[in-house]
């Protein structure tokens, strides 16, 4: 089992930044990926950043250059690093993990509100 938290979702204007912290009840280390997903008002969640356990990253076409994940050597926290924001990257924005005990399991945090005034 494991609790995830987001925190530093708000209101920022265009061209701003905010930074997203998703802090796991577990070492992250330990757990397969950890992704960054939104949910745009009216629309179907979407896969924005993701780290593997090895350290590997990928990113939403729509987000790179601009977005970065990583995570801290404590290992119980994620960030969300968003700069250059644009309206349509408001969302609500939720912390995932995913690991592999015999099958696939995602855990999920309640979600952050991004939003991005222009």
């Known amino acids: 089992q494991v609790q995830l938290v987001e925190s530093g979702g708000g209101l920022v204007q265009a061209g701003g930044s905010l930074r997203l912290s998703c802090a796991a009840s577990?070492?992250?280390?330990?757990?397969?990926?950890m992704a960054w997903y939104r949910q745009p008002p009216g629309k179907q969640r979407e896969l924005v950043a993701a780290?593997?356990?090895?350290?590997?990253?990928n990113y939403a076409d729509s987000v790179k250059g601009r977005f970065t994940i990583s995570r801290d050597n404590a290992g119980n926290t994620v960030y969300l690093q968003m700069n250059s924001l644009k309206p349509e990257d408001t969302a609500v924005y939720s912390c995932?993990?995913?690991?592999?005990?015999?099958?696939?399991?995602?855990?999920w945090g309640q979600g952050t509100q991004v939003t991005v005034s222009s």
């Open positions: 995932n993990a995913r690991t592999f005990v015999g099958r696939w399991i995602n855990y």
């Open positions: 780290i593997t356990r090895g350290g590997s990253t």
């Open positions: 577990k070492n992250i280390f330990s757990i397969d990926s």
